[in-house]
């Protein structure tokens, strides 16, 4: 069964090179990861569609390539906050560039705002003595401020295969276990499993699932290999 794309060529670059974007907000990328990058998103993601070199996108660039449709330029910041919080945490510098993002698509979502309630800014100095745990950098708030955040980011749909196999690569097949990081001897940090450290983590395994089940029920994939 041939895989339809409901996004340009332009499009889907841009929207890729947007992700990226954010996944490197902490500015720690260098070549050779975007090389690895480029060629993982090329050669297995989207063999149809000349990705370029991926390089980070500014965000005029990013609304002019994506067009003017509300519903991508939504679609996109979806997919724009669950990158941000593939790794458990909301961070500041994250927040930053979708805000950034926001400004430039002409979009007023009242649930980035209320997400931004679980900023995590790793600047912010732990108490002398005190071990840190992500966990305990920003309270969880309170169900009742982030349920219409679950709500937007569960409406979110996907009917691009190339977007697709990208979110079921990005998004982990499961809870990765927690862990110490430990430093000449010392732990220096306890990170608690995804699951409990991200208030949104079911939003991230729901698009995921959608994701999969595009590939495999519209687009006839063997998706075993992202499972």
């Known amino acids: 069964m041939a895989a339809q794309t409901l996004y340009s060529d332009t499009q889907i670059v841009a929207w890729l090179r947007g992700l990226l974007t954010i996944a490197w907000a902490d500015g720690h990328f260098d070549p050779e990861e975007q090389a690895l990058i480029a060629q993982l998103t090329q050669d297995e993601l989207a063999p149809q569609t000349d990705l370029g070199n991926l390089q980070p996108i500014a965000p005029a660039e990013l609304a002019a390539a994506l067009g003017?449709?509300?519903?991508?330029?939504?679609?996109?910041?979806?997919?724009?906050?669950?990158?941000?919080?593939?790794?458990?945490?909301?961070?500041?510098?994250?927040?930053?560039?979708?805000?950034?993002?926001?400004?430039?698509?002409?979009?007023?979502?009242?649930?980035?705002?209320?997400?931004?309630?679980?900023?995590?800014?790793?600047?912010?100095?732990?108490?002398?003595?005190?071990?840190?745990?992500?966990?305990?950098?920003?309270?969880?708030?309170?169900?009742?401020?982030?349920?219409?955040?679950?709500?937007?980011?569960?409406?979110?749909?996907?009917?691009?295969?190339?977007?697709?196999?990208?979110?079921?690569?990005?998004?982990?097949?499961?809870?990765?276990?927690?862990?110490?990081?430990?430093?000449?001897?010392?732990?220096?940090?306890?990170?608690?499993?995804?699951?409990?450290?991200?208030?949104l983590y079911e939003q991230l395994v729901g698009l995921r699932f959608r994701a999969l089940s595009y590939l495999a029920d519209d687009c006839g994939e063997d998706v075993t290999r992202y499972c």
Request: proline share 9%; with cysteine.
């Open 68 to 199: 003017d449709d509300v519903n991508i330029r939504e679609n996109f910041l979806r997919t724009a906050v669950m990158m941000a919080l593939a790794n458990g945490v909301y961070s500041l510098d994250e927040a930053q560039v979708i805000n950034t993002f926001l400004t430039a698509l002409d979009l007023d979502i009242a649930e980035i705002e209320a997400l931004e309630q679980t900023l995590y800014d790793p600047a912010q100095p732990a108490a002398e003595g005190a071990t840190t745990t992500l966990t305990a950098a920003k309270p969880t708030p309170p169900a009742a401020v982030l349920h219409p955040v679950r709500d937007w980011l569960d409406g979110m749909e996907v009917h691009d295969p190339r977007l697709a196999r990208f979110l079921c690569k990005m998004i982990p097949a499961q809870c990765p276990f927690e862990r110490d990081v430990v430093l000449f001897g010392h732990k220096v940090v306890h990170i608690p499993p995804m699951c409990k450290l991200n208030p």
